[in-house]
């Protein structure tokens, strides 16, 4: 018996008797009707391999309807494996963003499992003309895998039928509208008379049947996948010059491939391995570079002097396992307006699911894992304050007015003057970094400006290179040139209540807070974090740059004891009033 669209619930409803059918609970997706159902005979075959080796694909769902997978649900019923639809939760599905396009998807997830007869791929052309009468023939023959004169003559056949309308304009791949052809009569044949025509009237008639493409056309078939016209190219380049140079010494590497431009010049892709060191990229002046995996500080300079000339780009894409490296360094210590920084994380990857996405991150080694899933530069057992960023990570609130709070200040001019501000929980003994400000190449009187406004009230921690003169401040000292600003820093440098200044001291004070779940820093303060992620030893020693933020912090936590609330400030401050007596 062949199990068609009679095929619904009754089979299924016979297998899991009361518990119905997976129809009964789960609605269908018009798109999944695209391709056809799968006869009884086949259903068993296939529900006997899940039973023996597993489900190998899920079940894709859009919208809370079933998009792929109607012939696996069935399979599954057929051989008497039952649906537990109390926890949903359980079952494998996964769900797709809503920004695919369900039928685009599905016919990309099935068209490399089924082998179409010509008769049922007109009618998956049909289905989805039906469904999507505003995109063009071009863009529907890409999704079907099919000629776009197929599928011109099967628009036409629906239009006349009256089962689409006829439109003056469709949409193509690139968003963009362009005018329908009109669906004219094929020509009569001529293979009767062919003894009759002359040479011009047969190439009349081929032109009719296969009509050069207009200029919308022509640009919509580029427009419709890139990619392709990218592996088109490479076998273009190959087939027409056969000129492709193999490097020395290295196995299964081509040097240099030779492309005819149709100017009539010739266009150089050079492949080259860090292996073959600097030297090997010296002397050319090049157009572009990409370098694929983080290449070494010196192949990198290199690199920039040979596309300085026409001043192209170079770009790099790699995961920084290497951590702070030369090349790293410069892009997140050394900003400047000619380098960007584009990170991507594993949750910008919407086609992972979540509980892919958690497989994946488990599967790496926790050294590796924060490089692997957000970017950041591996540190390893160098790394000062190894807590995952979840742990201290807090939104934005509120500060109660009873929590005394404190600043602390990292001085610096070629390298940043830094400042935060923390708010003491005293019964809870937690504290929380809720300010930060960072900049370079300014003066007390611009900084001092800024800082005010975190409250005349606040006291602030500082090192002890706050009692170095500097020539910017004519032989002032610098917490000096801060006090005149208005700020009120503490009569003497950060120091432990013992008079220590041990930077692992602070240090270590501040990871045990963090660890004891009482060091809280607000997310949106982003330089904070940034200074966070990199912050480790080199050689044993705290590696003293990109470090401004974290020095300010630990100042402020090592004094913290002289931290206050507004009204300890306006009470020591209040004018005092005298009675008569004692004038």
């Not at 009256?162 to 293979?191: H, M, V």
């Amino acid at each position: 018996m062949s199990i068609s669209k009679g095929r619904d619930a009754a089979t299924a409803s016979a297998v899991n008797g009361a518990r119905g059918s997976w129809r009964d609970h789960l609605p269908i997706h018009p798109a999944a009707e695209l391709f056809p159902l799968m006869s009884e005979s086949e259903l068993r075959e296939l529900g006997e391999d899940i039973k023996k080796n597993g489900l190998q694909e899920r079940i894709a769902l859009y919208d809370g309807k079933l998009l792929d997978g109607r012939n696996r649900m069935d399979a599954m019923e057929l051989v008497g494996l039952a649906f537990d639809w109390r926890n949903i939760d359980q079952m494998p599905f996964r769900n797709l963003c809503a920004h695919h396009d369900p039928y685009d998807w599905v016919i990309g997830a099935n068209a490399h499992r089924r082998h179409l007869t010509s008769e049922q791929k007109r009618e998956l052309i049909a289905k989805v003309l039906k469904a999507k009468p505003g995109e063009s023939n071009r863009k529907i023959a890409k999704q079907t895998k099919a000629d776009h004169k197929t599928v011109a003559a099967v628009r036409g056949e629906l239009e006349s039928g009256g089962e689409i309308p006829q439109l003056e304009k469709t949409t193509g791949a690139d968003g963009k509208q362009y005018k329908s052809r009109s669906n004219k009569k094929a020509p009569e044949s001529i293979g009767s008379k062919s003894s009759e025509i002359s040479v011009e009237q047969r190439k009349a008639h081929h032109a009719a049947l296969d009509p050069v493409p207009t200029e919308e056309e022509a640009d919509e078939d580029w427009q419709i996948n890139l990619f392709d016209q990218a592996c088109l190219l490479l076998e273009q380049m190959a087939d027409a010059t056969r000129q492709l140079v193999t490097a020395r010494g290295i196995a299964d590497l081509l040097d240099i491939i030779k492309v005819r431009h149709e100017s009539g010049g010739t266009s150089l892709i050079a492949l080259k391995s860090y292996l073959s060191g600097r030297e090997k990229f010296q002397g050319e002046t090049l157009d572009w570079i990409w370098f694929d995996e983080e290449p070494p500080a010196d192949i990198y300079t290199e690199g920039l002097t040979r596309t300085n000339v026409g001043n192209g780009p170079v770009w790099m894409t790699f995961t920084p396992l290497q951590g702070v490296s030369e090349v790293v360094r410069r892009f997140l210590h050394e900003r400047s307006p000619d380098r960007q920084v584009v990170s991507m994380t594993i949750d910008d990857v919407d086609h992972y699911a979540e509980d892919e996405k958690r497989r994946i991150i488990a599967s790496y080694p926790e050294h590796e894992k924060e490089a692997r899933v957000k970017g950041i530069p591996v540190l390893g057992s160098g790394r000062i304050f190894p807590i995952a960023e979840e742990r201290i990570a807090i939104e934005h609130r509120d500060i109660p007015p009873h929590w005394p709070r404190i600043g602390g200040m990292d001085f610096g001019w070629d390298r940043p003057f830094a400042a935060i501000e923390l708010a003491w929980d005293r019964d809870a003994d937690a504290i929380y970094v809720t300010k930060a400000y960072r900049i370079r190449e300014t003066t007390p009187v611009i900084h001092a400006a800024a800082l005010r406004s975190w409250g005349k009230e606040l006291r602030w921690a500082w090192p002890r290179d706050g009692k170095r003169e500097t020539l910017e401040g004519a032989g002032i000292a610098l917490a000096e040139q801060y006090k005149e600003q208005g700020l009120n820093l503490l009569h003497e440098h950060a120091q432990f209540e013992d008079g220590s200044v041990s930077v692992e001291a602070g240090l270590m004070k501040m990871l045990t807070m963090m660890q004891s779940g009482r060091f809280k820093v607000f997310k949106h303060l982003n330089e904070w974090w940034e200074e966070f992620r990199l912050y480790h030893r080199k050689d044993g020693k705290v590696f003293k740059e990109g470090d401004d933020l974290m020095s300010a912090t630990r100042y402020a936590v090592m004094m913290l004891r002289y931290a206050q609330t507004v009204k300890a400030y306006d009470n020591f401050r209040r004018e005092l009033k005298y009675t008569a007596r004692y004038v």
